[in-house]
């Protein structure tokens, strides 16, 4: 995976993605995630590892922690280029999933609970630095990436920041892709000495949305020079059916009205709100409404119940995991996003936003930095399937102001959330850290060889 030594000139391209970072020699990068599924931030985190993997400038590392349903969507959404090296690294939950499978829901709750009681986070805490040191010690890399799903999230991801300081690795690089949970609960209160020693080796925090980044910061007591906004981007692609075919394919005529959501089946999702809207729609438009629903998870079985309950069910179409989103968004008229809570800034929306879709979602976290009440969208309160059917109806009834929020959700796509910006404002910011660390680097080096002048300086500082 070694790369080529870099030219000279100042703006180099490499598929697509440019940077200003001028060296002697490839920047090496160790990216490091852990993630269950291969949801939207492994999508973003793609987009690095992918234009990595393609430059002369970059000489990139890709770790994950192994999982099934992980590798899965991996080996789907990435490109043969991408060389990804899989860690085997325990994990409470598999535990919990080992202990409770084909128990009742009260044992299995009791199992979980009892399982939490135990110090197995810190335990495995504990194997992942040990792991993750030996790696960073052997790479040597001059910057590590971690991804994480939200904070505290993954024990890896907070294993990582901690084995990477103690590697001495220049730049440690953490983004937190969801809102961080405060200390509310008394198993939260037990990962407070580890917050702090994460936050003692990371030298920027990173989220897409700049709520994201005020409860990151609040939580992790952060200064300013310790958090940064970076917003998610996404790639456009190219639908691999035509959208008279995939209507075709699924049933669907030409003159029916299609909303979209694709999404994760979890409660905070919100599935639910979006099958209460749909009897509220107006009778002329409510005939003519499919759903499609995309995405897999624990809630099917009791969404399916709901459609059954509400009597709608030959309206909506449950598809599973789809690889063809991009036809599913031809296929659409609006995109719907009726999260509830734990988000940040969905990649859904900005895929809906490449594909000239009109996209209607809650205020939730991120997602009102993304959407523009009444030209890209609409947005309404979670959990109001009221406000939500209300939202839908006027759009879906108006094809000429449907056609324009596609068109400027269009627009701001290009102007804000495309990949090269995004790939660029990390680069930049890698550089401006590696930046930061030299004259302190230097100083130490310069104090190691001359320990009168360093007690002077100290002395000079207090």
């Known amino acids: 995976m070694a790369g080529a030594a870099i030219a000279s000139n100042a703006n180099l391209k490499t598929n697509g993605y440019s940077t200003s970072l001028v060296a002697s020699q490839p920047m090496r990068i160790h990216y490091h995630t852990d993630c269950y599924w291969f949801g939207g931030s492994e ?19 890709f770790t994950y922690r192994a999982g099934s349903e992980y590798e899965s969507g991996l080996r789907t959404q990435a490109s043969r280029r991408v060389q990804a090296k899989r860690l085997r690294l325990p994990d409470p939950a598999d535990l ?8 009742s829901p009260r044992v299995a709750r009791m199992l979980r609970g009892g399982v939490s009681l135990l110090p197995l986070r810190q335990l495995c805490l504990a194997w992942d630095v040990a792991r993750m040191y030996a790696l ?42 969801n809102v961080a949970m405060a200390y509310h609960r008394p198993s939260r209160l037990l990962d407070y000495p580890v917050d702090r020693l994460v936050v003692r080796s990371v030298d920027m925090f990173v989220t897409a949305s700049m709520i994201a980044s005020q409860a990151l910061a609040s939580v992790l007591r952060l200064g300013e020079e310790q958090h940064t906004v970076i917003p998610n981007a996404a790639k456009p692609g190219v639908p691999t059916v035509s959208r008279s075919d995939v ?34 729609f107006p009778d002329d438009i409510r005939d003519k409404v499919t ?31 789809r690889d063809d989103r991009w036809s599913l968004y031809a296929a659409a008229d609006v995109v719907v996003l009726p999260s509830i809570s734990h988000e940040d800034m969905p990649i859904v929306i900005l895929d809906a936003m490449a594909a000239g879709r009109p996209v209607v979602a809650t205020r939730v976290a991120g997602i009102p930095e993304q959407v523009v009440d009444g030209v890209t969208g609409r947005l309404v309160p979670p959990g109001d399937a009221a406000a939500l059917a209300e ?5 879906l009834e108006d ?18 959330y495309t990949p090269q910006r995004f790939v660029d404002a990390y680069r930049k910011l890698y550089s401006s850290l590696l930046e930061r660390r030299r004259p302190r680097e230097s100083q130490n080096t310069a104090d190691s060889r001359n320990p009168a002048a360093s007690a002077r300086n100290r002395r000079a500082c207090i």
Do not use: W
């Open 399 to 416: 094809p000429t102001g449907r056609a324009a929020m596609g068109k400027a959700a269009r627009a701001r796509y290009e102007s804000r």
């Open 247 to 280: 209507r075709r394919d699924l049933g669907i005529s030409d003159d029916h009205l299609v909303l979209l959501v694709m999404a994760r089946l979890e409660k905070r999702k919100g599935h639910t709100f979006l099958l209460r809207a749909l009897p509220r």
């Open 391 to 395: 939202a839908l109806a006027a759009i």
């Open 291 to 321: 759903v499609l629903v995309a995405g897999v998870g624990p809630e099917h079985a009791a969404l399916e119940a709901e459609c059954a309950t509400l009597r709608i069910a030959e309206h909506v179409h449950f598809l599973g995991q």
């Open 136 to 177: 960073f010690h052997a790479g040597a890399p001059d910057v590590v990436h971690i991804n994480n799903g939200g904070y505290p999230g993954a024990i890896s991801c907070n294993a990582a920041a901690i084995a990477a300081r103690a590697a001495r690795v220049p730049v440690v690089v953490y983004v937190v892709n």
């Open 43 to 61: 999508i973003a985190l793609l987009l690095h590892v992918e234009a990595a993997f393609d430059s002369a400038d970059v000489e990139p590392i």
């Open 96 to 103: 919990k999933q080992a202990l409770t499978h084909g128990k």
